[in-house]
């Protein structure tokens, strides 16, 4: 995947969340040496979604693994 098209799907994630009522969502995503990449799921400090904390990582080896588990864990919502 390019840089464009991780932005892009960043902004997909932050979309949804959006639309699963998230307040102030935001997605960043960060590459390792040596070990799994992560993308972090961040919400309002004042208004925590992800099981009361602001904050949720997901790890993943490629970018489209790491993109699919984070639209997956945002629509099931078990948050």
Not at 31 to 41: N, P
């Amino acid at each position: 995947m390019t840089t464009e098209q991780i932005q892009a799907a960043l902004d997909e994630l932050v979309t949804a969340m959006m639309g699963k009522g998230i307040v102030t969502p935001r997605a960043e995503y960060t590459i390792k040496s040596g070990c799994e990449s992560t993308i972090w799921l961040w919400s309002d400090r004042d208004a925590p979604a992800f099981d009361g904390e602001y904050l949720h990582q997901i790890n993943g080896k490629t970018p489209d693994e790491l993109i699919a588990n984070a639209r997956a864990y945002i629509d099931a919502g078990d948050y």
